[in-house]
């Protein structure tokens, strides 16, 4: 196609670039440039200008080339709107609400009491890990690493099943959501339906979990993590006759992400967390944990027997919305 520079000339102008045009043919095409120039605007801002609107609009939204691998049942391009905060995902300010233990929540300097008592009853027991004994990391990035998983449980088999058990009755009751999250759905429940696993994880976090993640990531997170709020979580069933099988290759809305298995290894075969970092999954026993960086493209690796169930938790820092979209997009491509 010419330049639009050139299509906007005088016949005359084209013909004598070098000279300046004398005749008086520019008079007529003139006006003809002038309507030309109009309508290629319009059409530039009906059919160009939404879809990069919308991209902006939605803080980088991107189309990416799904990657070549063994990885099975991949999908085509998607688009991944890049949100991972409660800025930019405004309903997040109220789904980390559940997830907040009230005590935690006032030992942190908040006071969310209906009575204004800022003494905290509770008294929690932090634990500690030490790197290369503990957990392992993989994916080196600056003086840390995006991906971490624990050689040891962090949730006991007794309360491993405990979770599936009332999970499995609330789905008796309700079934089990397909549609929650949208172009990556899983089959899964949330987790604030099911109010023992509810009060038992709100200890689990501020106890077990974001402690391990401060350990994990404290090389990036600002303040030490000491803003670290699951954001969403849920409970993933994977079930090789007939339901949900995998999961494909995306990214997650926030700026860590985290899985803990909760039936054992010898129960289905196949399964783990896919990464294209990594080219293959990383895969966990009973009450293990893989944690990561959720701009990174993973995915469900598939089962071919057998059921699996994990929980799901998505984690924001709270307060910290310029630097969580600043640290998804410089890791999302690694």
């Known amino acids: 196609m010419m330049p639009i520079n050139d299509q906007l000339q005088s016949p005359c102008s084209l013909r004598q670039r070098k000279k300046p045009c004398s005749c008086r043919c520019i008079n007529h095409y003139d006006q003809f440039a002038m309507v030309s120039a109009v309508l290629l605007l319009v059409g530039c801002i009906l059919f160009s200008a939404p879809a990069k609107a919308t ?4 803080l980088g939204s991107i189309k ?4 070549q691998s063994n990885y099975v049942g991949r999908g085509s391009q998607s688009t991944t709107a890049l949100k991972v905060s409660e800025l930019h995902v405004p309903g997040y300010a109220q789904t980390k609400l559940p997830f907040i233990h009230p005590d935690d929540n ?7 009491s209906n009575n204004g008592d800022s003494t905290s009853t509770t008294i929690f027991h932090e634990r500690t890990y030490q790197p290369n004994v503990d957990y392992t990391s993989l994916v080196p990035h600056q003086n840390g690493h995006l991906i971490h998983r624990t ?3 962090i949730f006991t088999p007794r309360e491993c099943q405990s979770i599936i058990n009332e999970a499995e009755a609330k789905a008796n009751e309700m079934g089990w959501t397909t549609t929650r999250h949208g172009n990556y759905p899983t089959t899964d429940l949330p987790i604030v339906e099911l109010p023992t696993t509810l009060e038992f994880l709100k200890v689990a976090l501020v106890e077990r979990i974001y402690p391990l993640l ?3 990531f404290g090389e990036f997170l600002p303040d030490g993590g000491r803003n670290l709020r699951v954001a969403d979580g849920f409970i993933v ?7 949900q099988t995998e999961l494909k290759p995306h990214r997650d809305g926030s700026v860590l992400s985290f899985n803990i298995a909760l039936n054992p290894m010898s129960e289905f075969e196949g399964g783990g967390t896919w990464f294209q970092s990594l080219d293959g999954p990383v895969k966990i026993d009973q009450g293990e944990i893989v944690s990561h960086s959720s701009s990174l493209l993973h995915g469900g690796n598939g089962i071919t ?3 699996r169930y994990i929980i799901v938790c998505f984690v924001i820092l709270e307060g910290y919305d310029s630097w969580s979209m ?5 890791v999302r491509n690694l």
């Open 151 to 153: 050689t040891t449980p």
């Open 237 to 243: 069933k994977y079930d090789a006759l007939g339901g």
């Open 214 to 216: 401060r350990q994990q």
């Open 55 to 58: 991209a902006f609009c939605n």
């Open 106 to 112: 006032r030992r942190r300097g908040y006071n969310n």
């Open 305 to 307: 027997w057998g059921r």
């Open 64 to 67: 990416r080339a799904t990657p």
């Open 326 to 330: 600043r640290f998804y997009n410089q």
